[in-house]
Every structure is written in structure tokens, then in C-alpha cells.
């Protein structure tokens, strides 16, 4: 009787391992990975920041998170006049390196429309994942291991979705900030396109966020909304940019542009000013709404929510439409998870967005990041963190 049991988990025990191992090996065929050996310094706040803040029209208040659970935690606190030279770090606990921050209280709006660019390398939802994103920058050299800029005239288009999820937003926030200064002085530019996450957290929705920064508030003591308001630096500077760019004929857009918007008659100017105005106020659809509010500010419609164009609701004319009317020539876009980035609709949409490592995780096989390369001579390329180049 124990022998035939024994065997019979000898042989439960083998089916269990095949069955692992199936499960495991179909994963890999079709391109999922294993995430494993979570680092625990993800959550360390020792050193965070810095959380600045309008006291006044000519006071900044500069804040860091110090100490630990066991010591307690503290805030220290600087205050600077507006219109001085504030020099800022911002610390990376993974590996324990810091970079530079050169602050201009100067937030000026930006175009939405640019031509004759040579170079444009576009990545969408890193999702808070500071180590992909400057890894991605190193060997696509935008920047250098110093973290400079080197991708001289070349713009960077940064489209949408670069916070929440993971547990460095605030790094990766000031990490775009401190490319966008040095690229502008290069003659570069650095493009940050708002996707449904910055906005979402300019209006006070957090529920993708990590508890780490409803902690952090806490200890600063202040409403998570309040880390990207109107009296945060931070909460301005997001404020001044746009939800749509055209750029060398490619309309660039977090969701996508819903075929029902053309009949509103509006152009990219117009589109991107109504938006703003709306970026502290949280969307609910009401009876009496307008065409306008529901196409540009709901989760379903608004350019920085809409995924119409891979739920078979889009046709090839509906695409060339919007192509026609905004004269432009492709529209690329993220938000949606794609397997890789890919042209679609008979190249005419390009998506971008792809599964990137989340930086507190390893990977078997490594996960790997895609963005786009467009060379104005020689046309697309898919673009991965290696720096690996395929035309597409």
C-alpha cells in the first residue's frame, strides 16, 4: 500500500514538473517573462526628492524625505528665491547614484507643430522605471554614461505615461526636466507628451500610483494631489505641455485621435489649450456635456485615453481622415500594449507602446524595450535598449 502510494506521487510529482515546464516554455515562445528576485531598496525613501513647492510668487520650497523606519523620518526642508541659481540632486537608491539638477523658474508652453528635424527618437509608458529609460537613452546615444546629452539637433519625443506603476516617478520626472534644459542649449528638444497617467495625477486619481508616494506625502505632510498641483513645481511644469504634436508630418498622441473629433472643426492649437485648461479638473460625464468635453477630456475619447484603433472600431478611411485633416502623414501613439513596436493600418500607425522591465524585478529571458527612430532620409526604425536597429 505505501509503495503504490509512493509511486503514485512519484509519477504526480513528474506530471506536476512537465506541467511547470510547458506552462514555462510557451510563456518564452511567445515572448512573456519571468519576473523574480524583487529588490527591496525600491522602496527605500531615504533621500528622496526633491518635492518642490511655491510658498509664494518668490519662494521655493525645497524638500527632501531623510532618515529610515527605525530613526524616524524628517523632511529637510530649503527655501530659495525664485529668480536665484538652485542647483538640485536627485538620488537613485537601486544603485546609488544622483544626478543634477540645474532649476529655472521660467515654464514656458510649447509649440505643436515642428519641422525639418532630422533625428527623432519617440518611447512611450515607462511607467516610473528610471534605470530602463536612462539605460534606453545610453545605447540609443541620446545621452552618454554621464548622463549629457549627445544627441545634438535630435529630438526626443517622450510620449506619455511616465509615471505611476513603478516607484521612481519623481526620478524620472526630474531625469526629463534635466534633459529637456541641456537639449535645448545642444539646439535639441525634448518633447514630453502627456498620457492619461500625468494627468491623472494632476488631478488627484492615484490609484495606479504605488504606495510609496501616498507615504511620502504623508510624511511631507500633504495630499498626494498635491505633489503635482498647481503650487508644485513639478505640477506646473507637466501643465505646459501638450496631449497632441505634429512633428515632421507625424502627429504624435498618447491614445489616439477619435475619428468623431474632425467633425468639432478644431485644430492641434485648439485641442491642446482646451485640454490644458482642464488638466487639474477630474473628467465626470454629466447629462448636459458638450461634443467638445467628451472627446477631449473622457476616458474613453480624449486623446491621451482612446484606444479605438485596436478594438476593430477604426477603419483605413477613418485613419486617412485624420491624416488628411491635421496634414499629416502617420500617427504614432502608446498607451496600448503592443508585442513590439509595429506599423499598422497600412503603415500609417505606428504604436510604440511595449512591455518595458520594471526596475525593482530581474527578467528570464531579459524583457527588453522598443521605441522608434525616425530618420527623415532614411525613414523608421525600431529601436531597442540595446541600441539594436531594424527598419520597419
Not at 538640485?88 to 544622483?98: A, G, I, Q, R
Not at 498647481?230 to 511644469?237: E, I, M, Q, T, Y
Not at 485624420?322 to 500609417?348: E, M, S
Request: overall charge positive; charged content about 25%.
Amino acid at each position: 500500500m505505501n509503495f503504490k502510494l509512493l509511486k503514485s506521487l512519484k509519477y504526480l510529482v513528474v506530471i506536476s514538473i512537465i506541467g511547470i515546464l510547458s506552462i514555462f516554455m510557451v510563456n518564452i515562445i511567445i515572448g512573456n517573462t519571468i519576473k523574480y528576485n524583487k529588490n527591496i531598496k525600491s522602496r527605500n525613501i531615504d533621500q528622496d526628492g526633491p518635492y518642490v513647492f511655491y510658498d509664494n510668487d518668490s519662494i521655493l520650497n525645497v524638500s527632501y524625505i531623510k532618515g529610515n523606519k527605525k530613526s524616524g523620518m524628517y523632511v529637510d526642508k530649503s527655501y530659495y528665491d525664485i529668480n536665484s541659481n538652485i542647483n538640485l540632486d536627485c538620488f537613485y537608491p537601486l544603485d546609488s547614484t544622483s544626478f543634477n539638477i540645474s532649476l529655472s523658474h521660467k515654464i514656458s508652453r510649447q509649440p505643436v507643430k515642428y519641422d525639418n528635424v532630422n533625428k527623432i527618437i519617440t518611447v512611450s509608458d515607462i511607467e516610473g522605471n528610471y534605470n530602463t529609460f536612462r539605460n534606453f537613452l545610453i545605447n540609443n546615444k541620446v545621452i552618454n554614461k554621464n548622463l549629457n546629452w549627445i544627441f545634438g539637433k535630435g529630438h526626443l519625443v517622450l510620449l506619455g505615461d511616465f509615471i505611476d506603476r513603478g516607484y521612481f516617478s519623481t526620478q524620472i520626472l526630474w531625469f526629463i526636466y534635466k534633459l529637456e534644459q541641456e537639449a535645448e542649449k545642444k539646439g535639441g528638444k525634448v518633447h514630453f507628451i502627456l498620457g492619461n497617467h500625468e494627468i491623472m495625477n494632476m488631478q488627484g486619481d492615484n490609484r495606479y500610483s504605488v504606495s510609496k508616494y501616498n507615504i511620502i506625502s504623508a510624511i511631507l505632510e500633504k495630499q498626494q494631489l498635491e505633489l503635482y498641483n498647481s503650487n508644485s513645481f513639478l505640477g506646473r511644469w507637466m501643465a505646459s505641455k501638450n496631449t497632441i504634436e505634429l512633428i515632421n508630418g507625424n502627429l504624435f498622441v498618447h491614445g489616439g485621435i477619435d475619428p468623431k473629433l474632425l467633425k468639432l472643426g478644431i485644430n492641434l492649437r485648439e485641442i491642446n489649450e482646451f485640454i490644458k485648461k482642464n488638466y487639474y479638473r477630474r473628467y465626470y460625464p454629466k447629462r448636459n456635456d458638450s461634443d467638445l468635453e467628451r472627446l477631449l477630456l473622457s476616458p474613453k475619447n480624449s486623446p491621451y485615453w482612446y484606444r479605438g484603433y485596436f478594438k476593430n472600431s477604426v477603419s483605413q478611411k477613418d485613419i486617412n481622415q485624420i491624416l488628411t485633416y491635421f496634414n499629416a502623414k502617420k500617427i504614432i501613439v502608446g498607451h496600448t500594449v503592443q508585442p513590439k513596436v509595429r506599423k499598422l493600418y497600412n503603415n500609417k500607425l505606428i504604436a510604440i507602446d511595449v512591455k518595458h522591465p520594471q526596475d525593482h524585478y530581474k527578467y528570464f529571458p531579459k524583457r527588453k524595450s522598443q521605441g522608434l527612430l525616425i530618420d527623415k532620409n532614411e525613414g523608421y526604425f525600431q529601436i531597442n535598449c540595446n541600441g539594436k536597429i531594424n527598419k520597419i
